[in-house]
């Protein structure tokens, strides 16, 4: 373990793969304005870890020793948002780049209310960019050096540098020789980690499973002995991880990851499956990612219940029966109040992933009248429906010709909606310019 004045190791332009082409044009553009303005500017984080194993980074964090109010002259176009630790966001379009002052030591263990008070002071910043911000009620803000701020990151591969000033690649942690080794190793010692912050034992099986990168063997022991701490994280927390893993692309292995090491049970006790069911319908939201679909929160939080929702369905038509709508609406309302409660879905979540899934009932054969695909295609709710349906029919859980007729259905909606609204952009009137007055000289 490397301690602050440890000398770091440099790799110089031409002995690594980060390139300027990577970045993102707004992170650049953050990075030179500091740099240019006297202060050092660092690319850190998963950004360099990306970059290296020749990945396109989501997002550009950047780290400097310019202070928020600082940061905050030089960029007009940003906010400080945070109660324990300030930040500022560096907002363009499309894109927030997030800066940070270096730091000295880890962060303290997190508190049930943090996360929530930081999204709220994010939400007062855009209300108001040029407000000064709350102060914290303790001051725990300690600004550092870099050597430091490498130190108290989580693991070794998260705590490179690239240096914008001259294009190196620096290390005081060790990254690089656990990059090359496809290692995940904590910075420091792995259960005292854990337990300042247990929400780093899920992105650690994260960290493996999508980057096929081994855990090392302390981490891994730390996992099973810390696993329990999960229970402790903030709810809010816990919620960003699983809709963030949800939306990766990576979920069906990521979720593999954290049942087997006994985190999924423990993190998130209320949410339906847990069996090997989910990952045959997490593979196809997996699919849907990959295609470019953007799945909203109703629909992924869903992908947990088809299994148990057909189940409840076929108990209630079985023998022929004809539904009990009534009693198919409160069972679907009883699976899904501990898990909307502990995952603070919003109420509008809630109901549209009610009504999405209590719509697939209506689907379960294909539609014998275009009214009827018309009618339920006006509800907010149906597209909820429509996603957690072709989710449904992927995993073998809707009969044939049912899938077969809502797909051609909605099709011919879909053309129809389109030529409607090609004949109406056609037929709007051209707008009259108005007459320009003459000034008076």
């Not at 490397?2 to 110089?12: G, H, Y």
Request: with cysteine; proline share 5%; hydrophobic share 40%.
């Amino acid at each position: 373990m490397m301690t602050e004045d440890a000398v770091p190791r440099i790799l110089a332009r031409p002995d690594h793969s980060v390139s300027r082409d990577g970045l993102s044009p707004s992170a650049i553009k953050v990075m030179y304005r500091l740099h240019r303005s006297g202060y050092t500017s660092f690319l850190v984080g998963g950004a360099v870890r990306d970059l290296l194993l020749g990945g396109r980074p989501k997002d550009f964090d950047i780290a400097t020793n310019a202070q928020p109010q600082e940061i905050r002259r030089l960029f007009r176009n940003s906010r400080i948002i945070g109660r324990r630790f300030r930040l500022v966001h560096v907002m363009f379009r499309g894109e927030i780049v997030e800066v940070a002052t270096f730091r000295a030591s880890p962060e303290p263990p997190e508190g049930p209310d943090d996360w929530e008070e930081a999204e709220a002071e994010a939400a007062e910043a855009d209300a108001d960019p040029d407000r000064t911000p709350a102060p914290t009620r303790v001051d725990r803000s300690v600004y550092g050096t870099p050597a430091e701020d490498a130190l108290r990151r989580d693991f070794t591969i998260n705590g490179l540098f690239y240096n914008i000033a001259d294009f190196s690649v620096i290390d005081y942690v060790g990254g690089l020789d656990d990059i090359k080794a496809r290692r995940v190793r904590t910075i420091g010692e792995p259960e005292q980690r854990f337990r300042e912050d247990p929400v780093r034992m899920l992105r650690a099986l994260e960290y493996g499973a999508r980057l096929d990168f081994e855990i090392e063997r302390r981490t891994r022991e730390a996992i099973a002995e810390c696993r329990g701490e999960i229970s402790e994280a903030s709810p809010a927390r816990l919620s960003y991880e699983l809709f963030e893993t949800l939306r990766s692309g990576e979920s069906a292995t990521i979720y593999s990851a954290w049942r087997g090491a006994g985190l999924f049970d423990r993190a998130f006790p209320d949410v339906a499956g847990r069996t090997d069911e989910d990952v045959k319908v997490l593979k196809e939201v997996d699919r849907a990612a990959a295609r470019g679909a953007r799945l909203d929160d109703s629909t992924l939080i869903g992908a947990f219940y088809l299994f148990p929702f057909y189940r409840e369905f076929a108990e209630l038509t079985g023998d022929g029966r004809k539904l009990d709508n009534v009693e198919m609406l409160r069972r679907v309302a009883v699976m899904l109040e501990p898990a909307a409660t502990n995952l603070r879905l919003s109420n509008h979540t809630l109901h549209l992933l009610m009504q999405g899934l209590f719509t697939l009932t209506k689907m379960n054969r294909a539609p014998d009248r275009g009214r009827k695909v018309l009618k339920l295609a006006r509800q907010e709710y149906f597209r909820v429906a429509w996603a957690l349906f072709q989710l449904a029919g992927a995993a073998g859980l809707v009969p044939t010709d049912a899938l077969q007729g809502w797909s051609a259905a909605v099709l011919r909606l879909d053309k129809t909606n389109d030529k409607a609204g090609s004949e109406e952009g056609r037929s709007k009137p051209k707008r009259r310019r108005r007459p320009r007055r003459r000034r008076r000289r």
